[in-house]
C-alpha cells in the first residue's frame, strides 16, 4: 500500500483493463528496447502485473533531481492523473482554543493540501458536569459540612479530571475520603436536576435519581474490603492454622463415635453368627403373652448389652444419649435406618419402633392400643427414656396389640357361635337374646380379665421401672 | 502508527545522575549524560579561546568573572586544573537546565543557566541570556518540549521551569509530566504502581489513570550514587583504595606487560578526585552487585566466594560479601550503620524504610478499590532497577508482606537499558500521540494566563 503510495499509483489496478488491452497486439510484434530477447521471453512475454518503470524513460530523466517533479514524470508515463508528496506543514486543532500551530507531515495531493479539522481532535471528549450559579447554591444546595469554597473546588476538579474521583480525593485541598465527595457531588446534582426540571417526571429517568448513590452502604463495603485486604500473611496463616486444629478435632470426633458405631455392629453381628439361640428365645417370649406373664423378670437389657456395654463403656461415657444399641427384637429394616445415622436420639429411635410395630395393624387398632395403655396409667411417650424403658414400652405395646388381635378373633368366633345358636331358637326374640347376650358378655369378659391381667402386671412393672 | 502523528517534540529528562535527550516518536535518546557540570573559574577575563579545549564549553557570564563550564562525558573526561565537578541536581531539583545541542548524530550539551540559586552563585545576580546563536544547531522555536519532572515537585518549581523554557529559549509549547506517569505509560498502562530506583534517590508512586496520586507518593534518600559511596568506603575499609583514571599512566615496558606510573597532580580538585572515583566504583557496582534472595546477614554470607574484578590501573581486587551486602541496603537500609566510614549517613539511613515497606505504605494509602490492581502492577524503573535479581527479591519480599486477596505482580522490561531509559522512552510515546498534541502549553496560553496557568495544563 504504502510502496503504491509512494509511487503515486491506484489502489486498485483500474488502468490495468487498459494497458493489458493496449500492450498484448504491441508486444507480440516487438520487445521493448534495452533488454534483449530472451531476458524479456523469461518473464512470459507478457507485461507484469506491476507496470515497472520503462529502463528507456527513465534514462531520459535520470538528471532530474526533484523528486516532485519525478513523481509527476512517473505519473505522465503511466497515464495517472494523480500525483502524491509528502509535506511538512502547518496545522491546527480543533481541539485546542488557542491558535498554536505545531508541523506535521502531510500528504499533499496534485498540490493541494488537506482540508478538514485535524484527524484527531474528534478524541477530545469530556464529562458533562453540572454548573450551577450562585443564587443557586444559596437555594438550593447549602449544606452543614460542606463551604461554598469546597463544593465550588470540588466541581472545578470533577471538570478538569473528567469524574475520576479518585485523582480528585487526591488533588483536593482539605482531606475527604472518596465517598464523602461522591455523595456531595451526586446530592447536589441531583438537587440541581430536580430544581430545573419543569416537571418531576421528565427527570425521574435520570440515573442521578432512579439511583442515588448510598454513603452508609459504600462506607460498609469498603471498610469491608480494607479488612479483607489488610490482613497480613502472618495473620492469615495464624487463622488457617486455627481452622485446620478445629477441622482435626471435629474429624477425630466423628472418627471416635464411627469407631464406637462399628464396633457395636461387629458385635452385634458376631453374636447373631455364633449364638442365635439368644435370639430366638427373645422372639418367643416377646411374642407369647402367657409366657411374658409366668416370667416375672422381663429380658430388660438385651442379652448382649453388658458385653457390648463392657466393651464400649469408656466412649460410651460422655455420649449417653447418643448412641443406641440397637435392639434386637426390633425389624431389620428400623435397625438398618437406624444405623445410617451415627446419632440420634432415643426418641426417635422409639418412635421408628413404634411405627414399625404399629404398621401392620390399622389406624383404628393403633388408637385402641393407646387407649388402653392410657387406661392402665402408662403414658403414651415414656417420660424417662432408657434401654430399659424403651425396651418395655415397645413390648408393652406388641402385648397390647397381639391382646387386640385376640379379642377380635374371639369376638367374630363368638359371633359366628351365637349365630349357630340363633339359628336353632327361632321364637323367643326377647329374654333368649337377652340371656345370650348376657351369657356373650360374660363369655367375652373372661379372656378380657385374663389378658388384662397380664397386661395389668406388665404395666404395673413399667410404672415401677420409671419410678425408680 | 495509527495513534501517531510526530511533531519533532523534544524530549528531555534531567535526572539526578544522567540527563536523557532526544526526539520524540524514537526509541532511545540520542543524548546521555553525567548531570555534572565541571565548572572553571577564569581568574582572567581574557583567556586566548582554544578551540579544542573549548569544546562543550560555554562561557557562562556571571558579574563576578566568567566561568567556564564542561558538560559531557567526554569534557569531563579530561583532566584540567582546578576544575571542580558539581553536580546539576540538588536534591532532586534541577539546578542548571541543560541547554540541548542536537547535532545530527551527536550530541553536544550547553550548561546554560541555573534556576535554583545556589550559594556559590551571589543571589543578585541575575541570569542573562547570552547570544548563543551561533553554536545552536537546533532552533529551540521550532521544537515543542516535553520535559520529565520528578514526581513530588512543588509548584514553584513548576512554574519556574516553564518561564525558563518560554522567556529565554522561546519554545513553541511546553509540557511537565511526571516521571512515573511516563514511566507507567512506556508499559501501555494507565494505573500502575512506579517504583522509579535513580541515581539519586528512589521514589515509588501510584499512578491511576494517568494521574499520580500525589498523597501517596514515598521517596528515600537511598538510590544508586548512595550505593556506589558504600561500596567505595567499604572497599577503603579493606584497605582497597581506587586510583581514579587521571591519576595514573600505563607503560609498556615488554609486550604484553605494563606498568602503572602514578602522576602527580596537585591541582586537581577534591570533587574531581571523587568523581573520578565514583565512575569507577559505579562500574563495579554494575558489573558485580547482586540483589540477595534473603535478607543479608554476616554470618551466612562470610564464606562465599570472592568476584575478582580488574581496576584501570591494572590492580585486581576480590569482593566477597560485599557483592550481596550493598544492594541490601535498599531493603534494609539500617545495613549502613554496619559499613565503617558511613556513620554519617546513619540518620538519613535510619529514617529510611526498605524497598517492601515503602510499597506496601504507598499503596495503603491509596484508596481501597484501586488497591488490588496496583499490586498485581508494580513497575520497576531507573537505573538501580536493572541490578540482577532485584525483580525477584521484591517479588518474593512483597508476596511475604501483602494480603492474600491480592495477587501481587512485578514487572520490569527485560532489557536493562530499557529500564534506565523507561521515563524517557514515556515521553517519546507521548508526545508523539496525535490525541496529546491539544495538551500542549502553548507560548501564547502562557502569555495571556501566565506561569501558573500550568498547573491546569499539566495536571
Known amino acids: 500500500m504504502d510502496a503504491k503510495d509512494i509511487l503515486g499509483l ?148 470533577c471538570q478538569r479530571f473528567d469524574l475520576r474521583f479518585v485523582v480528585v480525593a487526591d488533588r483536593f485541598q482539605s482531606s475527604r475520603t472518596v465517598e464523602e465527595l461522591k455523595n456531595r457531588y451526586y446530592s447536589v446534582s441531583r438537587a440541581l436536576l430536580t430544581a430545573r426540571a419543569v416537571s418531576p417526571a421528565d427527570v425521574s429517568g435520570h440515573p442521578f435519581i432512579k439511583e442515588p448513590y448510598n454513603l452508609s452502604q459504600e462506607i460498609e463495603r469498603k471498610r469491608a474490603l480494607s479488612m479483607v485486604l489488610s490482613q497480613t500473611k502472618h495473620q492469615e496463616r495464624r487463622d488457617a492454622e486455627v481452622l485446620a486444629e478445629a477441622k482435626r478435632i471435629s474429624e477425630s470426633r466423628m472418627a471416635a463415635k464411627a469407631s464406637v458405631f462399628f464396633l457395636l455392629f461387629l458385635l452385634i453381628l458376631l453374636i447373631l453368627a455364633l449364638e442365635p439361640n439368644l435370639f430366638a428365645q427373645y422372639f418367643l417370649s416377646a411374642f407369647n403373652c402367657s409366657q411374658a406373664v409366668q416370667e416375672p423378670e422381663f429380658p430388660v437389657t438385651l442379652p448382649v448389652d453388658p458385653e457390648i456395654a463392657g466393651d464400649s463403656s469408656p466412649p ?94 374371639l369376638q367374630y368366633k363368638e359371633a359366628e357361635g351365637s349365630s349357630y345358636r340363633d339359628g336353632s331358637y327361632a321364637e323367643t326374640p326377647g329374654t333368649p337374646k337377652h340371656s345370650q347376650r348376657a351369657a356373650d358378655q360374660d363369655r367375652t369378659f373372661i379372656p378380657d380379665s385374663i389378658s388384662f391381667g397380664g397386661i395389668k402386671l406388665l404395666s404395673t412393672l413399667i410404672v415401677s421401672t420409671i419410678s425408680l | 502508527m495509527y495513534g501517531g502523528d510526530e511533531v519533532s517534540a523534544i524530549v528531555l529528562d534531567l535526572g539526578s545522575h544522567t540527563c536523557k535527550a532526544g526526539y520524540a516518536g524514537e526509541d532511545a535518546p540520542k543524548a546521555v549524560f553525567p548531570s555534572v557540570v565541571g565548572s572553571l573559574d577564569q581568574m582572567e577575563v581574557d583567556e586566548p579561546d582554544e578551540p579544542e579545549k573549548n569544546s562543550g564549553a560555554v562561557l557562562d557570564t556571571k558579574s563576578k568573572g566568567k566561568r567556564k563550564l564542561y558538560v559531557g562525558s567526554q569534557a569531563l573526561g579530561f583532566r584540567r586544573d582546578y576544575m571542580e565537578v558539581l553536580s546539576a541536581m540538588k536534591d532532586g531539583v534541577v539546578k542548571f537546565l541543560l541547554h540541548l545541542h542536537l547535532h545530527l548524530h551527536t550530541v553536544r550539551v550547553l550548561a546554560v543557566d541555573t534556576l535554583v540559586p545556589s550559594a556559590s552563585v551571589l543571589k543578585k545576580d541575575r541570569p542573562r541570556f547570552r547570544d548563543l546563536g551561533e553554536c545552536l544547531l537546533v532552533d529551540p522555536k521550532e521544537h515543542p518540549m516535553l520535559l ?188 549502613v550503620q554496619t559499613i565503617p566510614g558511613m556513620e554519617s549517613y546513619a540518620e538519613t539511613a535510619s529514617s529510611a524504610r526498605g524497598l517492601p515497606q515503602m510499597v506496601i505504605e504507598s499503596i495503603n494509602k491509596c484508596d481501597v478499590d484501586i488497591r488490588r490492581e496496583l499490586f498485581s502492577s508494580v513497575l520497576l524503573a531507573g537505573g538501580t532497577a536493572s541490578m540482577q535479581q532485584l525483580k525477584e527479591r521484591l517479588e518474593k519480599d512483597l508476596l511475604e508482606e501483602s494480603p492474600q486477596a491480592a495477587r501481587v505482580k512485578v514487572l520490569a522490561s527485560g532489557n536493562a537499558t530499557e529500564r534506565r531509559f523507561s521515563v524517557w522512552i514515556g515521553g517519546s510515546i507521548l508526545a508523539s500521540l496525535g490525541s496529546f498534541q491539544q495538551m500542549w502549553f502553548s507560548k501564547s496560553e502562557y502569555e495571556e494566563h501566565g506561569a501558573a496557568y500550568i498547573q491546569r495544563k499539566c495536571p
Not at chain 1, 469530556?126 to 473546588?153: A, G, H, N, R
Not at chain 1, 383404628?364 to 425396651?391: M, Y
Request: net charge neutral.
Open chain 1, 10 to 157: 491506484p489502489k486498485a489496478p483500474l488502468s490495468l483493463p487498459q494497458e493489458k488491452k493496449s500492450r498484448p497486439p504491441k508486444d507480440s510484434q516487438r520487445k521493448p528496447d534495452g533488454i534483449s530477447r530472451e531476458v524479456y521471453a523469461l518473464t512470459g512475454g507478457i507485461a507484469p502485473l506491476m507496470p515497472a518503470i520503462d529502463i528507456s524513460q527513465w534514462k531520459r530523466r535520470a538528471q532530474s533531481e526533484n523528486q516532485k517533479e519525478y513523481a509527476f514524470k512517473i505519473s505522465t508515463i503511466l497515464t495517472l492523473p494523480l500525483q502524491i508528496t509528502w509535506q511538512w506543514l502547518p496545522f491546527t486543532s480543533s481541539a485546542r482554543n488557542d491558535n498554536l500551530q505545531l508541523y506535521h507531515w502531510v500528504r499533499v495531493v496534485n498540490g493541494v493540501p488537506p482540508t478538514g479539522d485535524y484527524s484527531f481532535a474528534k478524541y477530545n471528549k469530556s464529562v458533562d458536569v453540572i454548573k450551577y450559579t450562585d443564587e443557586e447554591y444559596e437555594k438550593y444546595l447549602t449544606d452543614p459540612t460542606w463551604t461554598k469554597e469546597e463544593t465550588d473546588q470540588l466541581f472545578d476538579l
Open chain 1, 316 to 409: 460410651d461415657v460422655p455420649y449417653p444419649s447418643g448412641i443406641v444399641a440397637p435392639p434386637v427384637a426390633e425389624t431389620a429394616s428400623v435397625s438398618a435406618s437406624l444405623r445410617m445415622l451415627r446419632v440420634y436420639l432415643r426418641t426417635y429411635a422409639l418412635e421408628q419402633m413404634v411405627q414399625a410395630a404399629s404398621s401392620s395393624a390399622g389406624l383404628r387398632t393403633i388408637k385402641r392400643v393407646e387407649q388402653t395403655l392410657q387406661d392402665l396409667g402408662v403414658n403414651l411417650k415414656p417420660k424417662v427414656l432408657t434401654k430399659a424403658v424403651c425396651a418395655e414400652h415397645l413390648e408393652l405395646r406388641k402385648e397390647i396389640l397381639t391382646l387386640l388381635n385376640l379379642q377380635k378373633q
Open chain 2, 148 to 335: 520529565a519532572e520528578p514526581s513530588s515537585n512543588t509548584q514553584q518549581q513548576r512554574e519556574k521551569a516553564a518561564e525558563i523554557m518560554f522567556e529565554k529559549y522561546q519554545v513553541p509549547a511546553l509540557f511537565l509530566a511526571k516521571n512515573a506517569v511516563l514511566t507507567s505509560f512506556a508499559s501501555g498502562r494507565a494505573t500502575s504502581l512506579v517504583v522509579d530506583s535513580g541515581g539519586g534517590s528512589t521514589t515509588i508512586a501510584p499512578v491511576h489513570d494517568g494521574y499520580v496520586l500525589q498523597k501517596a507518593v514515598a521517596t528515600s534518600p537511598i538510590g544508586g550514587e548512595f550505593l556506589t559511596d558504600c561500596l567505595i568506603k567499604s572497599l577503603e575499609s579493606k584497605g582497597l583504595t581506587i586510583k581514579p583514571r587521571y591519576s595514573f599512566k600505563r607503560k609498556e615496558i615488554r609486550p604484553g606487560e605494563f606498568q602503572t606510573v602514578d602522576l602527580y597532580l596537585p591541582d586537581t580538585t577534591e570533587s574531581y578526585k571523587l568523581y573520578s572515583q565514583r565512575v569507577i566504583a559505579s562500574d563495579i557496582k554494575e558489573c558485580v552487585c547482586r540483589a540477595p534472595d534473603t535478607p543479608y546477614d554476616e554470618s551466612s554470607y562470610s564464606n562465599i566466594p570472592m568476584t575478582p574484578y580488574e581496576l584501570p590501573d591494572g590492580q585486581t581486587i576480590e569482593i566477597g560479601a560485599d557483592r550481596f551486602k550493598i544492594p541490601d541496603v535498599l531493603f534494609n537500609p539500617s545495613l
